[in-house]
């Protein structure tokens, strides 16, 4: 029976749909489900389009009482949608379907066409549990007690009982005392012939049939088909009638129980052959009743018996078998040295299991699981052979599909990482067996995850998929793909002759891979970075060999992206420099080594201190002070960053708030801001709770963010920068005149000030080019109502060039740089004493 609820239900579903247009009347529907003996009529249009169904219990709905109903248009009362199942579900997941939406039938549909119908009778009609059938009982069924009206009752009264609670068939009572029934068929039929206040008794079909309560369902079943009818009654030991059973409730009895059933089934009948291997006739009832197949053979191996299961896996009947050799089973498949061991097992052992493919009687292939055992004389002398097996076909396709989806990318179809190793270790082996070479590249794409934010998942998924294929139909025939994770993928080519020959392969691929093409209707350019590792000189074992790719591809994306790279031992000493540093950045903070230190902002024609700029320094407890040229790019791209930037943000408020109780400060402080921490870090959020955190009003802190991240107008930079203005945070571009410089862009921003980038103040005084572009900035940022900051001042003449200008704020080594908060504080408090003693007031 599990390969019947396993099969799918195009093998069960009638292809005989019986329709009918939205048009045609009740009574000329039901007719025609009268005249056809079907269950349900499907409504279409003239194009074909399903539009509803109308079934025996869409007929309890049908007013009897009003002649006129009969008459409304199909469509008035169909039931919409139709319930479609693709063609090659299961059984058993089609009975789930039908409790799930409480129907009967449903469409099969196969790709995008309609292919049949499939209904609980079709389920009911080609299951095979005769077995289970013979154990269970109508008695043990949950089945509802019968609803009985009276042969006088009207039709109309039984309709409204039957609508009402549910039920497709109530018994009426005669007036001699018998049976009968009303289904809902029999209503569609009475709505076809237009009879609506006919008694019960007149109408009803008589007589009931029914079977006691002790009736097995195996025995209820052959009545139903004996009797082509599709409900029965279950007479108590009184001759009562407690129940109606259907095809509905032998469902749910099978559904529910049948593997419980089944497998004390096997028990029994396993504990009957180790106590009776020697009388294994005798074992009639687990003989007949197992789910496995047996067969029998005399000691010359010819079949002697067999039992219903062998018939129903292999399509031999018992005459068919009997007197023949199991021979007639050969599939082929196994050589004769498989027949030689297995009788050489049953020789010398007395016993032989395992797997083995044979032929059904319609040729077709079944994988089945043998166990032989001899069954021996007194003598010892083999008397008979008992072989016991089972269909494991849906098994073993179930175990090769699972076994697919282990090793293979569920997405793409390309072998995962766990086969990708095991094919890496597998060329290794090859490789140095036969003094070969061959490449491993590594590829990653660039710019993938701006595609998945800004089109959404599915149109990531469908470049990914784009690009699997391409590579596919790229690498020479031999190659192996691979799909590692994410964006990430590796090929091997195997037996390369010469490295012109792999460069040729990687920038196929880069160009493949970069071709403009179409993504959920965008036009995406995409490009990768490929690194390149080759054996044996770039290692002799899988994992160095993978290591080394991947830094190769790092060194690509350094380069420039959308290029490759071979790997040079050079990279490892680089790499592990950076894996060093990202490791001991994770632990920086936890240990108290970041820093912040604050390089002055001054009025450039008093170089009175104004405020000062924020800056991240790292004291490495070995390597000393670390570069922040060399741990930001780490940070920002293992998104430590978001973190490392609220620590920056809560310091520097903590600072501004200690040097204001001091009366040291009345300037702004400026913080620098990542495009990860405006996107990510619920920067807003952050930054209010920080300042409430301190008791600081939010004109205290300046944020500054780079051009590029501001102009960025589909992540949502700008929604963020304006919930911060709103906060009253003074907003601020750095490097300004590095990025786009959209300016038309930049009249949206909500930003107070500019900082002018020091790649135009280092040569301002000697260079017009320079001084020109400072001076267009200077202008801008006066024309819109921008305050100005220059950064890198360094000469005087660059001071005052600025001065005369109208740039009347700058930092730089000319006043100070960077200094820690200790030294900072101080500079405060010598400008304090200034100008103490500017005003003639004792310091």
Known sequence: MISLLLQPIEHIASTDILSCGPETPIYEAASLMVQSGCGSIVIMNTQGEVLGIWTESDALHVDLSEEASYQHPIQDVMSSPVITLPHSMTVHDAVVKFRQHNIRHALVKKFETIIGMVSLSDVVLCQGPEAFLGLKRVGAI???????????????????????????????????????????????????????????????????????????????????????????????????LVHIIGFREIIQSIEHEFLLELHEALRERNEALLKSQQ????????????????????????????????????????????????????????????????WRCLHQEGTWQGEIVNRRKNGLLYTEHLSITAIRDEHGEPQHYVAVFSDITQRKLAEERLHFLANHDALTGLPNRTLFIEKLQSAVGQAKQYERRFALLFIDLDRFKQVNDTLGHHAGDELLIRIANELQHIVPSLSTVSRLSGDEFTILLENIVSMQQVAYWAQSILDAISAKSSVAGHEVFISSSIGISIFPEDGTVADELLVNADTAMYRAKERGKNNFQFYTADMNASAIERMKLEYGLHRALAQNELEVWYQPKVALDSTRIVGAEALLRWRHPEMGMISPGQFIPIAEESSLITSIGEWVLDTTCADIRSWRDAGLLDGRIA?????????????????????????????????????????????????????????????????????????????????????????????????????????????????????????????????????????????????????????????????????????????
């Not at 042969?151 to 018998?178: F, H, K």
């Not at 919930?723 to 907003?731: N, P, T």
């Open 142 to 240: 949950n089945a509802h007690p019968a609803v009985i009206l009276q042969g006088s009752d009207s039709l109309p009264v039984a309709v409204n009982t039957m609508r009402q609670r549910n039920l497709t068939a109530v018994g009426i009572q005669l007036s001699d005392g018998s049976f009968g029934i009303l289904t809902q068929r029999d209503v569609v039929r009475l709505v076809a012939t237009g009879q609506r206040h006919a008694e019960l008794g007149q109408v009803c079909t008589r007589p009931l049939v029914g079977v006691p309560l002790s009736t097995s369902l195996l025995q209820a079943r052959q009545v139903i088909l004996h009797h082509q009818i599709r409900h029965l009654g279950v007479f108590d030991d009184y001759n009562q």
């Open 279 to 342: 009388s294994l006739l005798l074992a009639d009832k687990v003989f007949e009743s197992t789910m496995e197949g047996i067969i029998i053979t005399d000691a010359k191996g010819i079949i002697r018996s067999i039992n219903p299961a062998f018939s129903r896996i292999t399509g031999y009947s018992r005459d068919e078998a009997v007197g023949n050799s199991p021979a007639i089973l050969k599939s082929g498949k196994q050589p004769p040295e498989f027949y030689e061991y297995l």
């Open 671 to 843: 913080a620098n801001l990542s495009g990860l921490q405006l996107k990510y870090s619920n920067i807003v959020e952050t930054v209010s709770r920080i300042l409430k955190k301190y008791d600081l009003d939010s004109s205290v802190l300046e944020l500054e963010i780079t051009e590029n991240v501001a102009m960025d107008e589909d992540s949502g930079m700008v929604e963020v920068l304006h919930r911060l203005q709103a906060l009253g945070i003074y907003l601020s571009i750095d490097d300004f005149g590095t990025g786009y410089s959209s300016l038309s862009y930049l009249k949206r921003l909500p930003v107070r000030g500019l900082k002018i980038d020091q790649s135009f103040i280092k040569n301002l005084h000697q260079d017009r080019d320079d001084a020109a572009i400072t001076q267009a900035i200077i202008s801008i940022a006066r024309s819109l109502g921008l305050d100005l900051v220059a950064e890198g001042v360094e000469l005087e003449e660059q001071r005052q060039f600025l001065v005369e200008k109208g740039c009347l704020c700058g930092q730089g080594f000319l006043f100070s740089r960077a200094v820690p908060r200790e030294e900072f504080a101080e500079l405060l408090k010598k400008q304090g004493v200034l100008q103490l003693v500017e005003l003639g007031e004792p310091a």
